[in-house]
């Protein structure tokens, strides 16, 4: 009956795991998306040529907010400025750098209403996105239970209980989806 029980707490920590990551995910993603204001995180996922590798922007230069539409990339080998830009254009952020040879300033536009709608637009999609991920989670999760169901390793009452505390988890995942997606939703539509 122990390694029953190491078997049920592997699913439910596997389970919480998923959703965990999904989470994560999730608000990484919320994060790279432009809500009108300077924020360095929409650089993220912009990698630059460095000595012949890919790397991340953040790691070879300095990010700051100079103002709240404003960001500024000071790179620590200036020979990169060019190669910088070259990225930051190459990227679908949406915003052209200018540059005066030794750091390069990017200046978030105002958004217009109809850009706000589609960045919440996306930004929805990324969210449910999200919930197909835990959903897909709780249906491993219950295949699993329904295999030791078939080799009576628990009851059926068991196997209906432990749908329930997995719904549960489900439940609560979807709410934190959705409390982050209303604070988004808001920030991004916030004039």
């Not at 990169?80 to 750098?97: F, Q, Y």
Request: hydrophobic share 40%; proline share 3%; with cysteine.
């Amino acid at each position: 009956m122990a390694e029953n029980q190491e078997a049920i707490d592997l699913v439910f920590m596997t389970l919480s795991e998923d959703l965990d990551k999904a989470i994560a995910h999730l608000k990484s993603e919320l994060l790279s998306v432009r809500a009108g204001r300077a924020n360095p995180h929409i650089l993220d996922k912009i990698t630059v040529d460095y000595y012949g590798t890919q790397t991340p922007l953040a790691h070879v230069s300095n990010i700051s907010v100079q103002d709240a539409r404003m960001l500024v990339i000071a790179p620590w080998d200036i020979s990169l400025v060019k190669e910088i830009n070259k990225a930051i254009v190459a990227s679908d952020i949406g915003i052209t750098p200018s540059d005066d040879g030794r750091v390069i300033r990017l200046s978030f536009p105002a958004l217009t209403e109809e850009r706000r709608r589609e960045l919440v637009k996306s930004t929805r999609k990324i969210a449910e996105d999200t919930k197909v991920i835990c959903r897909n989670a709780r249906r491993d999760a219950i295949e699993e239970f329904r295999k030791m169901k078939k080799d009576s390793l628990v009851t059926e009452d068991e196997l209906a209980s432990y749908e329930k505390d997995i719904q549960k988890e489900l439940d609560s995942a979807t709410a934190k989806i959705d409390a982050l997606m209303d604070e988004k939703e808001k920030e991004i539509m916030q004039v």
